[in-house]
């Protein structure tokens, strides 16, 4: 499983990121890109020390800041079970026995 793939697979979904300065970020991924920078809507952000509170309608995240990512587990199920149908196709897709492999 790799983790842009379960990024990607988590677009739309709630999850809670973690900086690398001690913010949490509460929010719906938007959409990510393959340095994982993060777009977040409906946002709730929580200060180091877990004092304070905001409410952001929208906030982009630059990927080489964020130290954990929570994702929630129906969508790591998802990108398991993809995995397992993409490994049954190839497997199928090979022809049985025969002469086969590089044209001798």
């Known amino acids: ?3 842009l793939s ?3 697979t988590a677009e739309n979904h709630p999850m809670l990121v973690e ?3 001690g913010e949490t970020y509460n929010g ?3 959409s990510c890109d393959r340095w994982m920078n993060l777009q977040l809507r409906e946002v709730t952000l929580t200060s180091r020390d877990g004092d304070q509170f905001w409410k952001i309608p929208e906030v982009f995240i630059r990927g080489n800041t964020i130290k954990y990512l929570r994702i929630p587990d ?5 990108v398991k079970e993809e995995e397992v149908n993409k490994a049954a196709q190839n497997a ?3 022809g049985a026995g025969g002469r086969g492999g590089r044209g001798r």
């Open 92 to 94: 199928a897709g090979r």
């Open 6 to 8: 379960l990024l990607q």
């Open 19 to 21: 900086l690398k300065n």
């Open 1 to 3: 499983m790799f983790p």
């Open 74 to 78: 129906e969508v790591i199920d998802i």
């Open 28 to 30: 719906h991924l938007q």
